[in-house]
């Protein structure tokens, strides 16, 4: 079972006092792939992840990352795994060039200087003290000192949290250079938008559970979605010239024709054959979009007591 | 071992760098205690202590020393660490397999690297400009008695971190601390001065001691142990000189560890509990 992952959980429970606060969550994080904690604050994102730093110890439950303890081998585990932290300070009067230099000083295997400076895109502010970067050049130098150690497994907390959407962009071109040079990431955030540009899976956590998890279209077909199609209303079809196609639940909204399928194959060849034999040509402007990560989340919140 | 001493020291090398990078904080740590020397110093040069043949001055400057001591180990190192822990450093060194002992000893060796140009500054403007200079006999037992003087404010300093909550509050608490500690310097300060001359003088400004007599007298006590003032030197073995030295070295050393214990419990913050012996899986 943990063989092909680089992060096990199983039946993870963690409680302050008497609040129970993570209720026996289960996931798995394979090697190589960049996996998104998905939910809203106080869901319990960050909490999990604490505890699979080494920083907390669970309440009950099972956890392995990279095949360690974490509670128990702390110190091993930190020469393989880098850390983002949601809000961590630097020293302020080092310069960047010299404080990336100083961390791989920490580690037995560090990436080369040049390297770190080139994947983060820092190369040109490397004598700059760090108190004069811009807020979003701190993240990246964040990135520099988590992969120091060229590490197997990266932990990013809410990466992008107060980011204008220039500095989102280039953290996340950050990040998918995490993902080229083959390591595992497991980062967290309550941006769909960004677990969606990211994630080669997620899982959806509210109120300390993981309500769905997989790919954005296994979520979205777990939680009942279904793809859109729309098409231009033709206008003999508005004029009411030609019947509605049977089968398919067609509603015509003024100049845009939708329906929504849980089986868009078929259902896209049954629109074409019917505007074929009422010579409606290809149907103008078809489109058929996919659930959005935003939909399913949006319906996960509404259907949550 | 090795390794943890390394990186200590590449620790120390970027602390000192950043110290004197930070311009105010470099000039209200290291040209401060010079200014008052010069400005007090000058105000007070020919006169003499009350009752004594001392010059102001042949205490004033060591004083000084002892206070250039206080203020970059026990003021700054204090509230450093407090900010460094407000501002999240300390949780950052935490995702690091950095060895605890490594960073805190590149914090004490920074500290002590900064109080050593302190000394040879004030020394040097002492001598100079106020003709007070050490002893050529006693210059051991003043390196020792600053070297175990910073290691004893230094550890002062860690454990009164760890009461200060706030950025905000660091440097008022660091220096309000002074008073509350009294008792506890008084102890460490009694056998810093029977260990060298220059700790003695650090009674002197310590609030409430009655400072200049009190420190005066002290002062003669460490460097004419056994004698009233105006009495000869007398001729002493070295041996027996060190013998003496010796002792009160011991029982500070022990008063040092003691010293440890708030040190030990802030481990957990510069560091994450260590590997347990067998691995959990």
Redesign the interface.
Known sequence: MTGDAAVHVAGLRMSFGATEVLHGIDFDVRYGEVFCLLGPNGAGKTTTLEILEGFTAQTAGHVSVLGMNPAAQPARLRERAGMVLQECGFPRQARVAELIDLWRSYYPNPRPLGDLLEVVELTEVRNTQVRKLSGGQRRRLDFALALAGDPDLVFLDEPTTGFDPEARRRCWAAIENLRRLGKTVLLTTHYLDEAEQLADRIAILRAGRIELAGTTHEVAARAGLATRISFTTPSALRCGQVPLPGGIDLSVRGPESVCHTGNAAMTLRMLLDWARQNSLGDLDGLAVTAPRLEDTYLQLTRDMP | MTRTI??AA??AL?EQ???W??AEYALFTFAFPLMILLLIGAANAGSHLPGTDIKRTTVFVPGILAFGVIVAAYVNLGSKVAV?RH???L??I?????PSGAYIGGLLVSTVATVVFITMATGMIGWLAFGAAPRPGELLALAVGLVLGTVCFATLGLAISSVITSAESAGPVAYASFPADRDHLGRVRSHLQRAAGLAVAAGGHVPGEGARRGAAERLRGAALPGLEPGQPRPVDGRRRRFRRLAVPLARFVTEAAGLLDPVRNRRAEFH?????A????
């Open positions: 390394r990186l590449r620790q970027l760098r950043s110290f990078r930070s460094l501002d999240g450093v949780k950052r935490r995702t690091t397999p950095l994450g509990p260590r590997d347990r067998q691995p959990v899986m």
